[in-house]
């Protein structure tokens, strides 16, 4: 049986999921649920946080949410290697997981709180000490950059999808200066060209300017 995940399309977190799975080839049982779908009493039996995005794999008895989590456990239960997630390599893991705890720990938060006012119509533009955050947020990606084309190196990792799903969202409220962001931006374009980016990104990404345009 396919794992299950419980996502929505909008979420950045879900997306960096989905590409994940297509990366690996991986099929899995979709089902949406919206903010207050969370709350019910059978999803928080699930998931006393009320967050999405959540896997059960019910073949393993297994339940996991935090995108990151999920990642790493696809990629090792159910890859044919372990390239986008190398456990051979303790310093190339370990410059992964930095990444991928700046997405969840600093990107992700400072994307709600540019986002927010916008999604709730209290602000028509990003509040100047967010966008400040956002900016700061986006230059410290463009200096881990380095000369490496990914942000483990050589090789593209979950920490690029799941920083792709963060930073193509910015992208849709918030433009990148080209002259600030050079490196960033030739990333986010070999990015946008892997097989799977627009079948797993597109409709969440439409989804949310189309909420921006009507809020």
């Not at 374009?189 to 627009?198: A, D, Q, S, T």
Request: hydrophobic residues 40%; proline residues 6%; charged residues 30%.
């Amino acid at each position: 049986m396919a794992p299950k995940l419980f996502y929505n399309e909008c979420s950045p977190p879900c997306r960096a999921v989905l590409m994940v799975a297509k990366a690996i080839g991986l099929e899995l049982e979709l089902e949406e649920k919206d903010h207050e779908e969370l709350k019910t009493e059978e999803m928080l039996q699930i998931n006393p946080q009320h967050t999405i995005p959540v896997l059960i794999d019910s073949d393993e008895d297994f339940t996991i949410w935090d995108s990151h989590a999920i990642a790493g456990y696809l990629v090792e239960k159910y890859g044919e290697d372990n390239s986008l997630y190398p456990k051979d390599d303790i310093k190339k893991r370990a410059l992964i997981n930095q990444r991928l705890f700046f997405d969840d720990g600093i990107l992700f938060e400072r994307i709600k709180a540019a986002l927010y006012p916008l999604k709730l119509g209290t602000s028509d533009q990003v509040p100047e000490d967010a966008a400040d955050g956002l900016i700061e947020a986006l230059g410290f990606l463009e200096s881990f950059m380095g000369d490496d084309p990914w942000f483990g190196g050589d090789d593209i990792s979950i920490a690029d999808l799941a920083l792709l799903a963060s930073v193509s969202t910015i992208e849709v409220f918030f433009p990148l200066e080209e002259d600030r962001f050079p490196k960033l931006i030739d990333w986010l374009n070999r990015g946008k060209e892997l097989p799977y980016f627009e079948e797993c990104n597109r409709k969440g990404l439409d989804a949310t300017k189309d909420l921006l345009a009507t809020s």
